[in-house]
């Protein structure tokens, strides 16, 4: 039995869904010890029922309005006030762009060993995760015990969350010292609608879609799948959308339950971000292209032509 404990991360006043997912975990690793969550953030005590449905038994709730934003200095001070509480022997946060940069500050400096990007986990301290770009898995686990994870978007099966559940809250002051940074505003480049990296289904545009326009078809099968839309690093180098739509090895690693390629010849570093999806479907007119390879269905034709079809008979559904 340990004591786990969890950050619960919000977006837009809800809490991430892998961060639920990260309950999960905790349930797994704790075999039947205590999991504490934390949340942050002016309001953040509202968020205390939702996280207790699935699973924790204790809130540890930081309203500080410093903490309304992520910024490293202070989410490292107040998370490590946190676990100075709990002496948790496992924390599990999301693998995020908070929880990639958080985790390993926090672990070198409190002294717990890291498994960042983990996709399973076997029996309650067999941490696994993807190396060389997917390729292959290794399985991590420590004598001590004493271990931080980062959990990768939807790979950790969800418990069924119980609405009888309640938790203990805590409301916790943490003293902030020295911040070097103030969050003074937030610009989103992305339309927001369906969050990348936790999106069920992506519609994904390359180079093959030819220019910022080439990608209103794609946004248009994505609206009626309620989908996200991504992008080849092609693409972004083509300036034909935005960075923060790339995926792959240097960009977003994402696995959705469906992911739609158009236009995208599959490079090992595009494939090293979505080869883990579900069911991907590929739409390209070159019959050889290598995204084929890793194709559950292959479209080959115009994706002008697919894309438009696919919509209009999705609407009709
Ligand atoms: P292309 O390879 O040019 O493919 C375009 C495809 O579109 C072709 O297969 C073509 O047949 C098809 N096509 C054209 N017109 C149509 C049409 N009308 N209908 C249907 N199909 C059409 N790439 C990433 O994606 N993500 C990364 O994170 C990434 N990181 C990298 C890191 C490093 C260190 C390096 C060296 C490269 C990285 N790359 C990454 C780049 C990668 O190697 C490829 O260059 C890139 O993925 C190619 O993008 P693309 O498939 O859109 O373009």
Redesign the pocket.
């Known amino acids: 039995m340990k004591k786990v404990l969890v950050l619960a991360e919000t977006r837009d006043g809800n809490i991430r869904n892998v961060s639920f997912e990260a309950l999960s975990a905790a349930q797994a690793i704790a075999a039947g010890g205590e999991i504490t969550a934390a949340v942050f953030g002016p309001g953040a005590g509202a968020h205390a029922a939702a996280l207790a449905h699935y699973g924790a038994a204790k809130v540890v709730v930081v309203e500080n309005e410093a903490l309304a934003q992520y910024t490293p200095d202070s989410y490292t001070q107040a998370f490590s006030q946190v676990i100075g509480t709990v002496e948790p022997d496992a924390i599990v946060v999301g693998h995020t762009s908070i929880g990639r940069d958080l985790a390993p500050r926090i672990a070198a400096r409190l002294g717990y060993g890291l498994v960042s990007d983990v996709t399973s986990i076997e029996g309650d301290d067999v941490f696994v995760r993807p190396i060389y770009a997917g390729k292959a898995f290794q399985k991590r686990s420590f004598a001590d015990n004493k271990v931080f994870i980062t959990v990768r978007p939807n790979n950790i099966a969800l418990v069924a969350p119980d609405a009888s559940k309640t938790a203990e809250t805590v409301a916790l002051d943490v003293e902030l010292k020295d911040l070097r940074t103030i969050v003074k505003e937030v610009v989103r480049k992305t339309s927001g609608k369906v969050d990348l990296s936790e999106a069920k289904v992506i519609i994904s ?6 220019s910022k326009d080439g990608f209103k078809p794609l946004e248009e099968l994505a609206d009626v799948l309620g989908a996200a839309v991504g ?7 083509a300036d034909y959308c935005d960075y923060s739509l ?6 977003k690693v994402v696995t959705p339950d469906l992911y739609i390629a ?9 494939l ?2 979505m080869s883990n999806s579900k069911v991907i479907v590929a ?4 019959p050889e ?1 290598p ?1 084929f390879q890793v194709a559950d269905y292959g479209i080959v ?4 032509e ?1 894309v438009p079809l696919l919509t209009a008979e999705f609407k009709k559904a």
């Open positions: 545009g390359g180079r093959g879609v030819k992008a080849s690093r092609g693409a972004c180098d790339q995926i792959g090895q240097t960009g158009c236009g995208i010849s599959g490079a090992i570093q595009h090293a971000g739409i390209n007119k070159d292209a995204i034709g115009d994706l002008f697919v």
